[in-house]
């Protein structure tokens, strides 16, 4: 029975030079985390190219989800409305 390979991110591909996925070695637990999710891969990657947007952003959780530092998410939502983005705020 043939296996299917899993995707990984190309060392060539834009998105991961500009905001490498996270490769934990082990299991983490974060806590008051900001995450910054999108609908389409191409979006994270519009972001993470744009001067204003990528500071905030640490790394990519999926392709299409990034961890945001957590400190500055507020600055985040103001910079993204400048650019035009209605982000939609989830606190717990």
């Known amino acids: 029975m043939a296996r ?12 991961n030079e500009l905001l490498p996925l ?3 070695t082990a ?3 974060h806590f008051g985390a900001a995450v910054l999710e999108v609908s389409d ?10 001067t204003a947007v990528r500071p905030y952003l640490l790394c990519r959780l999926a ?3 990034a961890l945001v530092d ?23």
């Open 4 to 15: 299917k390979k899993a995707l990984q991110p190309s060392a060539s591909d834009p998105l």
């Open 22 to 24: 996270a490769e934990p």
């Open 27 to 29: 299991p983490e637990v």
């Open 41 to 50: 891969p191409a979006q994270l990657l519009e972001l993470a190219g744009d």
């Open 63 to 65: 392709p299409q989800v």
């Open 70 to 92: 957590p400190g500055r998410a507020d600055d985040l939502a103001d910079v993204l409305r400048r650019r035009g983005h209605t982000p939609k705020i989830l606190k717990s």
